[in-house]
């Protein structure tokens, strides 16, 4: 089992950069693909980018690919989200989460292939 903790949020104005990070306790951290996603006010969940356990594929949605960037460090039990040229429709609820699957060599973009969840952290992007 994984927990997860999401931190880096914040308030930030149109064009800026914002790093979020998310810690995973537990020894088997590494074995899992891990995602990030969002969730707008009065909106369902989305996805946002993932990365393979050995960081070597990553996937993105459209509206953020050439802006954010995911990676991972194994040895520190993290994953990052580096968000660059923000804007006002990225506001949201991000949330990292663990694949229900180990060792998995694609990434998935999936809420439901998803079985650990963080509790999030605020993004608000004003313009």
């Known amino acids: 089992q994984v927990q997860l903790v999401e931190s880096g949020g914040g308030l930030v104005q149109a064009g800026g950069s914002l790093r979020l990070s998310c810690a995973g306790s537990?020894?088997?951290?590494?074995?899992?693909?891990m995602g990030w996603f969002r969730q707008a006010a009065g909106k369902e969940r989305e996805f946002v980018a993932a990365?393979?356990?050995?960081?070597?594929?990553?996937s993105y949605a459209d509206s953020v690919k050439g802006r954010f960037t995911i990676s991972r460090d194994n040895a520190k039990n993290t994953v990052y989200l580096q968000m660059n040229g923000l804007k006002p429709e990225d506001t949201a609820v991000y949330y990292c989460?663990?694949?229900?699957?180990?060792?998995?060599?694609?990434?998935?973009?999936?809420?439901?292939?998803?079985?650990?969840w963080g509790q999030g952290t605020q993004v608000t992007v004003s313009s």
């Open positions: 989460a663990a694949d229900r699957l180990v060792w998995r060599n694609i990434v998935v973009v999936r809420t439901y292939e998803y079985d650990y």
């Open positions: 537990g020894r088997t951290f590494s074995r899992y693909g």
């Open positions: 990365v393979s356990w050995s960081g070597g594929r990553t």
